[in-house]
């Protein structure tokens, strides 16, 4: 995935040495994997909430910050990832010019400035209207609050905005977090399908060992969770973590793999 081909692409050499990887003649863009990446273990933590948290409260009450802004975080995970495949192919068409990170900085600031003027207008993009509320933090969550399903233009331009301002700031991301969160944009498939079934059967061993019942856990049922079951954010946030960390062994192993093969559809796994 995002593979740009050496013969026919000129990388400046001061671009090159810190956001590309060289492998048998390919390059692939490390600022679009670390990226990726991110979101992608957005996306477990969305799921690991789904999974683990108590069923009463709702995520998108403003009157609990904690748990609004957990879930609003994740809301960046689907049109950021979507969209990167269409950014891959205009940075492919860039062919490696340094002219790119200036380009994706003051888009990124013009769509994340535009959201914040029409929201403020309350006139379009949107079906609910912010207002006002008792503190400010209340009335900055009201003004976020965007409708993601369907995602509303507001929503849209609140999530893709930032993610193109990230996406050129992470061209000069180096370190170890780097590495790792990069790692699992390389595998993007792997790390889906292995999380969600991870995630799950997790959820179904602690509901029998809290609640003695696992039917609930599978179809439409998730969300008649019992009284009794779920973790605080605290206990959510801690399963994530040893989540993310028990599938970096496996995704790095599998990115390692796809690096060796050279079929065309080791790119769409």
């Known amino acids: 995935m995002t593979r740009v081909d050496l013969r026919r692409v000129d990388v400046p050499r001061a ?11 390919r390059v692939r863009l490390d600022s679009i994997d670390l990226l ?8 477990a933590l969305d799921h690991t909430r789904d999974f ?3 069923g009463g409260p709702n995520p998108r009450d403003i009157a609990d910050p904690a748990l609004f802004l957990t879930r609003w975080v994740t809301h960046f995970c689907a049109p950021t990832f979507i969209f990167l ?3 891959s192919a ?22 994340t400035a535009g959201f914040v003027v029409l929201r403020a207008t309350n006139l379009y993009g ?11 933090l209340g009335t900055v969550l009201s003004f976020i609050d965007c409708e993601k399903y369907p995602p ?36 993007p498939f792997f790390f889906y399908v292995v999380h969600v079934a991870f995630i799950h059967a997790l959820a179904v061993g602690f509901a029998w060992i809290t609640v003695g019942d696992i039917g609930w856990t599978f179809g439409s049922s998730l969300s008649q969770k019992p009284g009794s079951y ?3 954010l605290p206990g959510v946030y801690l399963v994530w973590l040893g989540v993310v960390a028990a599938l970096y062994p496996p995704c790095r192993a599998f990115a390692a793999l796809k690096q060796r093969r050279r079929e065309w559809w080791w790119s769409y796994l």
């Not at 949107?126 to 400010?136: I, L, N, Y």
């Not at 609140?158 to 595998?187: Q, S």
């Open 15 to 25: 671009a090159g040495a810190g956001d590309l990887s060289r492998a048998a003649g």
């Open 36 to 43: 990726r990446g991110l979101v992608m273990v957005l996306m």
């Open 52 to 54: 683990f948290a108590a």
């Open 85 to 87: 495949a269409g950014v």
């Open 90 to 111: 205009f940075l492919y068409g860039e062919r490696g010019r340094s002219v790119r990170r200036s380009f994706l900085i003051r888009t990124g600031a013009a769509v």
């Open 126 to 136: 949107d079906p609910a209207a912010w207002s006002m509320q008792g503190s400010v």
């Open 152 to 187: 509303s233009l507001l929503y849209l331009m609140m999530t893709l905005g930032p993610a193109l301002i990230l996406l050129a700031l992470f061209e000069r991301a180096h370190g170890a977090l780097a590495d790792v969160i990069t790692t699992f944009g390389r595998v």
């Open 230 to 232: 779920g973790l605080g």
